[in-house]
């Protein structure tokens, strides 16, 4: 009997959950290089776990974009392209403008003040954090943000898109003008906010989101060099 067989009863969703979470931060980070196949088998092993959950957890990853699957040949780590990125980017900016706008006004009053005392504690520690921490405090930020508005559908499409572009997000935080820079405009978006004034906020975050995307994809050739640098050192 072989192990889909063995498996083709109900799989725990704690078991999915476990193998999908570490797939998507994998991929995400380009742990898999771009176009590499998955191999099911020895992520299963690593993981303690048989094909099932993998598969499943592989296939929301499909549903994610992070994943992609070539019948007959299995699945594969999405490719990065500059045009998906700056599509993403796009998709990205089209939320959080209106996002941003809806909040104007609309946000809840201690959720804004809460958003804003955290980033000026992120704007003085700035110079002692990673750039990890930086695009970690980054997303943070843009999230809460569009979460003014009270639209959790929207936050999911973000958060989808937001995993799709992290490790890109880290070339626009690495340089150290730009991001002193990134960093200030966030806190301009947040007066705009406080003040009500939505065409103020939209346009900010429509400007901010804009730099960062030419500079990524300025960039996005340094950061395919960096994901295959492991097989030429």
């Known amino acids: 009997m072989n192990d889909d067989t063995k498996s083709a009863k109900p799989v725990p969703e704690n078991t999915v959950e476990r193998a999908y979470l570490h797939l998507r931060d994998r991929t995400v980070s380009f742990g898999y290089r771009p176009g590499e196949r998955i191999n099911e088998v020895e992520l299963a092993a690593s993981l303690g776990m048989s094909r099932a959950p993998v598969r499943e957890a592989l296939n929301r ?85 569009a979460g003014l508005a009270g639209n959790a559908e929207r936050l999911r499409y973000l958060g989808n898109i937001n995993a799709r572009i992290r490790f890109v997000r880290r070339i626009n935080l690495e340089e150290e003008g730009r991001r002193a820079a990134s960093l200030a405009e966030h806190a301009l978006i947040l007066a705009a906010v406080r003040a009500g004034d939505a065409q103020a906020a939209g346009h900010l975050v429509a400007r901010h989101l804009s730099i960062s995307a030419e500079e990524v994809l300025a960039h996005i050739h340094t950061g395919l060099a960096r994901i295959y640098a492991s097989e030429v050192a």
């Not at 998906?84 to 209106?98: G, P």
């Open 61 to 145: 990853l499909i549903a994610d974009g992070l994943v992609v699957m070539e019948p007959g040949r299995g699945f594969f780590c999405r490719k990065l392209s500059a045009k998906e990125i700056a599509d993403l980017f796009a998709v990205r900016a089209d939320l959080e403008v209106s996002a941003v706008r809806a909040a104007c006004g609309h946000a809840d009053p201690l959720a804004l003040e809460t958003l804003t005392k955290d980033w000026e504690e992120v704007l003085a520690k700035q110079a002692g954090l990673s750039v990890d921490a930086l695009v970690t405090a980054d997303e943070d930020f843009h999230i809460r943000l």
